[in-house]
């Protein structure tokens, strides 16, 4: 079936160090994948969505590519802020009752330390 | 101006007792989504809606009645609330290109 994987569930940075949260997944469809970023306290929103094969996609300093060979859409950041502090979520987009529906994967917290 | 709102924003219900969340959108979308929340298993589909006065199940159902009375209202329904209920509740609604755009949530207790 169609699933989402992020294997880390809590990653802990010091500012200015690079990031990169993992995110596989498995689907039979030709579909998006999505990031979404949701801080303390907030609603979760959209960072980044994919586009074609092996081409990167930028927001906000992050960006990700999706590798349809690796069925990976990792999400990178050259430069860790404080302020990125924050559960993510990858998602996928599958067919539901002839539209589309996410598929989330647990989230991974990320905690950048000073 | 939040496109989408939610109320309230927390509730403490008791067990046994009914619950209702609201959901209220101004983007003129058509889908509209509730989840739960919880730590470690992210965000899981209860029920959705694609047109008023029709809902679906989602991944989650048990437990949960949805009513969707008009395009821009969306409630999930707890007719008989238990302790594994306790989450945070998102509402969202679903653009044509599959972004959804969230509600602030709704965090829940039930005791």
């Known amino acids: 079936g169609d699933s989402v994987t992020q294997t880390e569930g809590l990653v802990t940075l010091t500012e200015g160090l690079p990031v990169m949260l993992n995110c596989t997944y498995q689907t039979a469809y030709s579909t998006f994948l999505f990031w979404y970023v949701q801080h303390l306290n907030e609603a979760p929103k959209l960072l980044l969505k994919?586009?074609?094969?092996?081409k990167r996609t930028e927001h906000q300093g992050f960006h990700a590519t999706l590798h349809k060979s690796s069925s990976s859409f990792h999400l990178q950041k050259s430069s860790a802020q404080l302020s990125d502090s924050a559960l993510y979520y990858c998602?996928?987009?599958?067919?539901?009752?002839?539209?589309?529906?996410?598929?989330f994967g647990s989230g991974t917290q990320l905690t950048v330390m000073p | 101006e939040a496109a989408v709102t939610q109320s309230p924003r927390s509730k403490v219900a008791v067990t046994g007792g009914k619950v209702t969340l609201s959901c209220h959108q101004t983007n003129n979308h058509d889908y509209m989504y509730w989840y739960r929340q919880d730590t470690g298993h992210g965000l899981r589909l209860i029920h959705y809606?694609?047109?008023?006065?029709?809902?679906e199940k989602g991944d989650i159902p048990d437990g949960y009645k949805a009513s969707r009375p008009s395009q821009e209202n969306f409630s999930l329904i707890l007719e008989l609330a238990s302790l594994s209920q306790t989450a945070v509740y998102f509402c969202a609604s679903r653009d044509s290109y599959a972004e959804q755009f969230f509600g602030p949530g709704t965090r829940l207790t039930v005791l």
């Open positions: 994919s586009s074609t094969d092996n």
């Open positions: 809606s694609y047109v008023a006065d029709s809902t």
């Open positions: 998602a996928l987009s599958v067919p539901l009752s002839g539209s589309w529906q996410l598929i």
